[in-house]
T-cell receptor, first 109, second 116 residues
Framework: SQQGEEDPQALSIQEGENATMNCSYK?????LQWYRQNSGRGLVHLIL?????REKHSGRLRVTLDTSKKSSSLLITASRAADTASYFC?????????FGTGTRLQVFP | DGGITQSPKYLFRKEGQNVTLSCEQN?????MYWYRQDPGQGLRLIYY???????QKGDIAEGYSVSREKKESFPLTVTSAQKNPTAFYLC???????????????FGAGTRLSVL
């Protein structure tokens, strides 16, 4: 079962532009996480936002969480070609994580 | 050098054959997980384990088996009963905190399994 659904499925932008991807989930959460996956590689944890937080920053990343709408967004500012990857949100279901379907981001130089 | 090591990177299976994917971690994590990823898709949980000699089925356990004889190791066997095994397999591990508050997972580099 997949709890999170990312939108859009794919996103293409130029270097220097901002990239925004959204995640919707179905049930109550303790926290929501975002992961990045380079092509053919494992996932890397980017940022975690707790259910009592509304916004969190880490470098060029900004995550927001709206628990009333059961949604989160990940903003990457001033994107670089190296940001090209798939991005997944994940929510906790008791003792395991449920991953969304992912957004494939392509940043052109 | 701490981390999770998956081997092999590429694996080919013949019809009717069982194959085993290796996953080893030296992060001293209690919990370990196996996921399957199909092209352009998200991750689906196959099995997970929170303690040695114990494991639970995930969403797609049929045709797979695991063991957890050591804390560091969580091998996955893809049996001949798995009729569509071609996929990218990812192993992960995490700390188990009281209440499981964070549950951030650390991933290996993956094994790509194909059928001959």
């Amino acid at each position: 079962s997949q709890q999170g659904e990312e939108d859009p499925q794919a996103l293409s932008i130029q270097e220097g532009e901002n990239a925004t991807m959204n995640c919707s989930y179905k049930t109550s959460i303790n926290n929501l996480q975002w992961y990045r996956q380079n092509s053919g590689r494992g996932l890397v944890h980017l940022i975690l936002i707790r259910s009592n937080e509304r916004e969190k920053h880490s470098g060029r990343l900004r995550v927001t969480l709206d628990t009333s709408k059961k949604s989160s967004s990940l903003l990457i500012t001033a994107s670089r070609a190296a940001d090209t990857a798939s991005y997944f949100c994940a929510t906790r279901d008791t003792d395991k994580l449920i991953f969304g379907t992912g957004t494939r981001l392509q940043v052109f130089p | 050098d701490g981390g999770i090591t998956q081997s092999p990177k590429y694996l080919f299976r013949k019809e009717g054959q069982n194959v085993t994917l290796s996953c080893e971690q030296n992060l001293n994590h209690d919990a370990m997980y196996w996921y399957r990823q199909d092209p352009g898709q998200g991750l689906r949980l196959i099995y997970y384990s929170q303690i040695v000699n114990d494991f639970q089925k995930g969403d797609i356990a049929e045709g797979y088996s695991v063991s957890r004889e050591k804390k560091e190791s969580f091998p996955l066997t893809v049996t001949s009963a798995q009729k569509n095994p071609t996929a990218f397999y990812l192993c992960a591990s995490s700390i188990l905190l009281a209440g499981g508050a964070k549950n951030i997972q650390y991933f290996g580099a993956g094994t790509r399994l194909s059928v001959l």
